[in-house]
């Protein structure tokens, strides 16, 4: 029995607001199949003795083998690796496919790309609620050097790091590097930059960004799956459900009576209107009428003066 009256989507809706790092836990079930799902519950313990936990809900299907296994391995994805996160997310397909991977000695498979592994062996597993928390001590670790992958508000997205000092300060103390000349690296940038500035628009007009997404997916009358949703939205199933929710009780969008397709309503895409007028304004600022040299010339400015 729990004291506790809050509301489930109102908990999953503020749970959401931690940003967490997202990883797939692997391991072999005691029939020899290959197991593996996407977790973002991963946290540190202990250091002496190394331990950290997860937690896997009991309702699924890898629940048991994960609760019994001896081995296992979580592997702390890299910000380009959404397709896996999103493929160990889905019930019921066979996860590897497609993957790469090997197995370790004690025949867990490990996924080659990652941005770090945790070997573990069973510490530990304690009932928490509909959850099942597993403590792992940690027996190897493996760090490659990339961008970690970011999972907030239903949403995955890459690290952002946070400028300390003054952008004039900064642009004074700090030389050209040959990084500042890369296509790449300035896109990166300026997209982050843009994407903030566009997103507090979002939310300021009282939306979240899941919302926005949808709402902008359906805009122009188009009616779309829920998964054709989920695909261009990247959420994963139950916030995307949750999200519906939300729009359906404001009257934004609609589901339809067999519950296959979701339309946006009058009232949604008035909604999401004017936010495409300050995307499309914001955008004709940043690239308007360059060539790719005065192109990269301003995107680094962009970084620069934010
Ligand atoms: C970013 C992300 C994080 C997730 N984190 C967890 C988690 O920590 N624990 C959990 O039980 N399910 C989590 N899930 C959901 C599972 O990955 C999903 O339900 C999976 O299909 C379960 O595997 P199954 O095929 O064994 O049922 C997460 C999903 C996503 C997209």
């Given at each position: 029995m729990t004291e506790s009256s809050i509301d489930a989507r109102e908990f999953r809706t503020a749970l959401a607001c931690f940003a967490t790092g997202v990883t797939v836990v692997t391991a072999r079930s005691a029939d020899g199949e290959n197991c593996g799902m996407t977790a973002s519950s991963f946290n540190s313990v202990s250091m002496d003795p190394p331990l950290v936990l997860w937690s896997v809900t009991?309702?699924?299907?890898s629940a048991d083998v994960f609760r019994q296994a001896e081995r296992y391995t979580i592997h702390v994805l890299g910000s380009e690796q959404q397709g896996i996160a999103s493929q160990f997310a889905?019930?019921?397909?066979?996860?590897?496919?497609g993957v790469s991977y090997g197995h370790d000695q004690y025949g867990v498979p490990v996924l080659e790309e990652h941005a770090v592994r945790f070997d573990c062996k069973q510490w530990a597993v304690y009932e928490g609620g509909d959850h099942w928390i597993i403590v792992g001590e940690v027996t190897g670790i493996e760090r490659c050097n990339k961008e970690v992958l970011v999972f907030c508000e239903g949403s995955f997205a890459t690290p952002n790091p946070i400028r300390t000092a003054p952008a004039a300060e900064r642009s004074m103390e700090e030389p050209e590097s040959?990084?500042?000349?890369l296509l790449l690296y300035n896109l990166a940038r300026a997209y982050h930059q843009m994407s903030n500035q566009f997103h507090s628009g979002v939310r300021d007009s009282g939306l979240s960004i899941p919302q926005w997404r949808i709402l902008a997916s359906l805009y122009g009358q188009v009616s779309r799956t829920r998964q054709d949703l989920q695909d261009r939205t990247f959420l994963d199933r139950e916030s995307l459900n949750d999200c519906l929710a939300q729009l359906e009780k404001n009257r934004l969008c609609v589901v339809s009576a067999e519950n296959s397709t979701v339309s946006g309503t009058e009232a949604g895409h008035e909604r999401v209107r004017h936010l495409f007028e300050l995307g499309q304004a914001q955008e004709r600022d940043a690239v308007?009428?360059?060539?790719l040299d005065d192109l990269i010339d301003h995107l680094a400015e962009i970084v620069k003066n934010t």
């Open positions: 009991k309702t699924a299907l889905t019930r019921g397909i066979d996860k590897f496919e040959p990084v500042d000349r308007g009428g360059k060539s």
